[in-house]
């Protein structure tokens, strides 16, 4: 069982950044990759961004290319979003995703509210 749990999130201006970290604690083996996904109010879950293991392939959600990185240590024990450039249509939920060969899990979120 792997527990996810994400930090960071909070109220800024547009045009401001913010970093999203996410603890993984647990037993964390045979890691497929870790990303983010967010849902604002009425809209479904996109995906923000997600980093493939072994190698360096890191997807991003068209709305948010060029301006989100997605990062994580070597272990897998934190994933960050770093967040720059943010715009009022980035007011959304933020999910932690962590994919095993087994599983899938999902933090909490964190609320990520972006003023104009």
């Known amino acids: 069982q792997v527990q996810l749990v994400e930090s960071g999130g909070g109220l800024v201006q547009a045009g401001g950044s913010l970093r999203l970290s996410c603890a993984a604690s647990?037993?964390?083996?045979?890691?497929?990759?870790a990303g983010w996904y967010r849902q604002a109010p009425g809209k479904e879950r996109e995906l923000a961004a997600f980093?493939?293991?072994?190698?360096?392939?890191?997807l991003y959600g068209d709305s948010v290319k060029g301006r989100f990185t997605d990062s994580r240590d070597v272990n897998w024990k934190r994933v960050y979003l770093s967040m720059n450039n943010l715009i009022p249509e980035d007011t959304a939920v933020y999910f932690c995703q962590m994919v095993t060969r087994g599983a899938e899990y999902w933090g909490q979120g964190t609320q990520v509210s972006v003023s104009s």
């Open positions: 647990g037993i964390i083996s045979g890691v497929v990759g």
């Open positions: 980093i493939r293991n072994g190698g360096s392939t890191i």
